[in-house]
Each structure stands twice: as C-alpha cells, then as structure tokens.
C-alpha cells in the first residue's frame, strides 16, 4: 500500500477543499483510509493578555479552527511486462505509452510498405507518362571560367582636421604657408587615389570585354558541337544513335541501377534495336507486406510476403521494366530508325556450380514501334500483354533459370 496523510482546516473552506483534494487523489487511485479530528487550540496571544487581567477571561480568548486529518491509501503492484508500480485496475503507463509508440510505428512502416508496393503496381503508368525525347540542349557545357570580379573600393579616407580647417577658414593659408603646403599635399594625394582607382576600373573593364569574347566563342563551340551531332543523330549515324540510345536507356525505372543497358545492336536494314539490359534482382523487393503490433508481447512483429507472393511481384516487375524501356526507345525516336525493339533481361548473380559471376537472360521479348505505342499502358496487364508480344519470361525465375535471348 501507498499512503498520504493531508490536514484540513474544520471550516467551511477547509472542508472544500478536503472534497477538492479527495477527487484529485480518487484519479490517482487513492481512497480514504481514515478521517480523524483535531481539536483546536486557545489562541496564545490573547490569552496572556486577558489572564493578566483576570484568569476567567482566558476563556473568552477564543479558539483556533479543528483540524481534520485524512489519510489516503492505494494498492499497487508491479507490472507483469515492465514491473513498474501499478495501481490495482489501473493499466501501466509506461507499457501503456510502449503500445501506442509502437502502434504509431508500427503504422508508419505499413504505410511506408503500401507506397513501395503501389509504385510497383503504379511502375507502368508513371513509366510512360513522361517525354522521353533527349534533350540536346542538356549537351551544352557551360563555360567553365567565372567572370571576372572587380575589386572592392576601398574606403574614402577623411582629410585631416587641419585640412578641413584651412577649408573652412581660407585666411589660414596666407597666415600659415606650411598650411597650405600641407593642403596642396593632401590635393594631391587625393588626385593619385582617383587616378589609381580610375586603373582599376579600366583594367577591369577590359578583363571583362575580354572574359566576353571567350565565353562567346566557347558558347558557339558548343553549339556548334551538339548542332553536328544532332544532325549526325538525324541522318541516323550508327554510332550516335547507338550514344543517343544508350542515354534513353539510363534514365532510371525502378531503384537506382547505374548503367543498366549492358550491350545495344543496331540492324540498320530492319531498323531493329537489340537490347541487353541489367533488371534488378529479386533482393532489391520490398521483403515485408505488413507490419503489426502485438500488445500482448509488446513488440513490433513484421509479416514477410510468401516466397509465391514475391516471385510474383518480381515476375510482375521485370515484365514492366522490359515494357517502359521499350517504349522510351520508339517515343524518343525522333529520327525515326527503329521498326523495332527485341530486349533481352538479364540478372547478375553467382553460379552455385562454379563460384563464378553469371548474367542469365531471364527475360526475351520483342515488340514494333506501333503495337507499343498504341497501348493503353493504365489498363495494361502485364502477362497478357507479354504474351500478346510472344514474349517469354523464365519458368523458373526464383533459380533464374536461363532463356535463350533474342540475337536477330
């Protein structure tokens, strides 16, 4: 048991405040043990007065309040998960408070979970949604040397008090010569200063005609050099269209791959673009499908997918990579040199078997320019859709069993 003892005043107030201080302590648990009574007691001071006069008057001195005493109690007990002091029926506020953190942070990371599977769902549509013609302008490298800066001006010095005296009284100088000696020097100091500053500006002036002319003259060069490999683009030279392609291709889908387009072969005849591309390993998938909080053990419990439900995610995922890069490939092409796209998807991984490091062909699937851009991407299914486009997918994609990839 815990106990608090409080004394109260045996008034009117007092006793207001007794009811006051009882419903404050009630909240906490607390309930009265016991309630006893005090007498109160002659007030001192005016007893000595009156018993000088008379000892009966004492009496009439008068006497303090009572008091009332009241002592409160409650039973505790320690908490069978934390073993902190818990008033019986009451729940514990520390496990109370762990609960509702860990319900709030256990609805964050759900939430957080949900994103990461909508984007998944949501890869095709937001995949396509955008312009994906290159940006020839994006070429041209700003000159690399900064303008010059003039200097700082520096701060008028004052003229001397007697300089400014002499200016005031003129008479000065007829009365004093080495004042107006001194004037003349200060004159001339203050023409050399002009002059110096007036240096400096020219200097400036020219170092910035000149910073001009070299920006000039770099600009154009740039210019020059992205107009040409336009036009080479434009009259479909293998090799830049192969460089133009190849900065379509690393514009990112999904995660953070660098360099994800491993080898592109152009058949100019037939306008076909061969792709090897890099997708991204089932490992980079969200793991976890929810994430919950169990009260009763006080601790956050995550709920992982099924090895089926992941494989089919990955499934879902590799299909729509290989769909929007083909894609980005005919809405970019504005030389128009492609008929059509085989892409061949391929993971990196390591061969039990040898130890080494392999890039087997997971998915092979080839699409024209007009069935591709004539879909209807937000109503898209994608198993559907790959097969439509006779594509093939590994039949066993958790092993990353390999695929004959598409080469002509």
């Known amino acids: 048991m815990q106990y608090v003892t409080q004394r109260f005043e045996n008034t009117q107030a007092g006793l207001a405040q007794k009811d006051a201080y009882s419903r404050q302590m009630a909240a906490q648990g607390y309930h009265i043990v016991s309630e006893q009574l005090e007498a109160g007691h002659y007030k001192g001071g005016e ?8 000892m009966p008057c004492v ?4 006497r303090t309040p009572g008091l009332v005493v009241v002592t409160y109690g409650r039973e505790v007990a320690p908490c069978p998960n934390c073993g902190a ?34 984007k998944l769902n949501a890869l095709l549509i937001d995949g396509t949604a955008g312009d994906y013609r290159f940006n020839w302008q994006s070429l041209v ?13 520096p701060t008028p010095k004052l003229p001397p008090l007697l300089i400014r005296a002499a200016w005031t009284i003129p008479i000065l100088e007829r009365m004093f010569p080495w004042v107006l000696k001194r004037r003349l020097a200060w004159d001339e100091f203050v023409y050399a200063e002009a002059r110096n500053r007036a240096a400096v500006v020219e200097q400036h002036g020219r170092a910035v005609e000149d910073w001009k002319h070299s920006k000039e003259s770099f600009d154009q060069e740039q210019l020059a050099l992205v107009g040409e490999r336009r036009r080479l683009y434009e009259s479909k030279d293998e090799d830049v269209l192969l460089e133009y392609w190849t900065d379509v291709l690393e514009q990112p889908i999904y995660g953070g791959q660098s360099k994800p387009a491993r080898n592109l072969a152009y058949h100019e005849i037939q306008g076909k673009l061969v792709v090897s591309y890099l997708l991204p390993p089932i490992s980079d998938l969200p793991k976890i499908e929810e994430i919950r909080f169990s009260q009763r053990e006080n601790r956050i419990i995550e709920v992982p997918f099924s090895a089926e439900r992941l494989t089919e995610l990955h499934r879902d995922l590799i299909i729509r990579i290989a769909l929007v890069a083909m894609y980005r ?5 504005t030389a128009n040199a492609l008929n059509s796209v085989a892409f061949n998807g391929t993971i990196d991984t390591i061969d039990r078997a040898t130890g080494r490091e392999i890039s087997p062909c997971v998915i092979a699937v080839q699409a024209d320019k007009s069935d591709l851009l004539n879909m209807n991407f937000p109503l898209v299914e994608t198993t559907a859709c790959l097969n439509r486009l006779g594509g093939k997918v590994s039949e066993n ?7 004959a990839p598409i080469t002509n």
């Open 59 to 62: 009496f009439l001195a008068g």
């Open 397 to 403: 994609l958790a092993e990353l069993s390999p695929l």
């Open 47 to 54: 007893q000595c007065c009156l018993f000088t006069l008379c």
């Open 85 to 118: 002091e818990v008033v019986a029926g009451y729940q514990c506020s520390n496990c109370l408070r762990a609960a509702t953190d860990g319900a709030t942070q256990a609805s964050l990371r759900t939430a957080q979970v949900k994103e990461s599977i909508r």
């Open 329 to 333: 490939l005919f809405q970019s092409d």
């Open 141 to 153: 490298k700003p000159f690399p040397v900064a303008a010059p800066t003039p200097e700082v001006e």
